[in-house]
């Protein structure tokens, strides 16, 4: 295994602690360095007093998901675990206290068991201490049904979007009901589907995730590296594309006339001069269906540590999410 960490053991705090120090004046992280309590991200100057507060976790290894979406017209708290696991349940609650500005807090979950779960238990307690908290499930993979991880489709990149345009909704000041049910608007509309060419090595763990042949591709990967739909031969970047954006295009029921958001984002280990060949062979497939791409968005955003690979996004957009989506946004790692 060859990473730049000092241990493997620390790889998340030492890595938190330099997101600090690069991102100081627009976050702040908690319980690392001589602060010994839980570990969680906030915006600077902490909860916006009167707007509905964001909050999203999930393991580490996905950088820049969730912290580096902490920020003006996104999330008001993030909480990182240990790299692809859960963050517990004593770090969720006092992120759900700090992104409260008095007008309560949406919980952005992906479809994870462990997430659900260890969310589930905050929210509870958090409710205990006179916090509202209203909770969406983001389940955007259409590559499976069910799986060792969940109870259902799993949330992927699609979450990036549920994010933004919720953020914008709290930002313009909708109140909470507003915010849930537009965040469930585009979970209702958002589908994803990855490929694996390569696997990730946890640095705790130190091998490769899963082994895979160097002819090989894994259609439909989970972003922990759990199974695809199928592992196929390695082929093009037109037909692996077709494969990824096909069933995205069916599970949607895409017409002619629908106007899309498209997402291609890549897990990690892939270059962006691969990204925009993969944007270009999707969106040729969504046009030719008569679909008009109307946002476009291409860029690692939601990694799975150092695989090479990349999934494919796509939103139905209409006009009140397109003027979300437009909305300004100023985070680390996502800012118009």
Known sequence: ??????????????????????????????GIGEDAGPVFVTRAGGAVSGKVGLVSGGGSGHEPLHAGFVGDGMLDAAVPGAVFTSPTADQIVPALQAADGGAGVLAIVKNYTGDI???????????????????????????????????????VAGTVAVEKIAGAAAARGDDLAAVKAVAEKVVAGVRSMGVALTAGTVPHVGKPGFDIGDDEIEIGIGIHGEPGRRRVPKASA???????????????????????????????????????VVYGRARALLEERGVTVARSLVGSYVTSLEMQ??????????????????????TPALRW
């Open 238 to 276: 037109t037909e692996v594309t077709r494969q990824l954006v096909e069933p995205v295009m069916s599970d949607l029921n895409l017409t002619q006339g629908d106007r899309v958001l498209l997402f291609v984002n890549g897990m990690g280990g892939t270059p962006l001069l691969e990204l925009y």
């Open 117 to 155: 779960l260890n969310f589930e238990t905050a929210v509870e307690l958090a409710e205990m201490e006179d916090v509202e908290v209203a909770t969406v499930v983001v389940n955007d993979d259409v590559a499976v049904e069910d799986s060792l991880y969940t109870a259902g489709r799993r949330g």
């Open 309 to 330: 690979g990349a999934s494919v996004t796509v939103l139905r957009l209409d006009p009140e999410l397109e003027e979300l989506w437009d909305a300004p946004v100023r």
């Open 1 to 30: 295994m060859k990473k730049l960490l000092d241990s493997p053991e620390r790889a998340v705090a030492d890595s938190l602690a330099g997101f600090a120090a690069a991102h100081a004046g627009e976050v702040e992280v908690h």
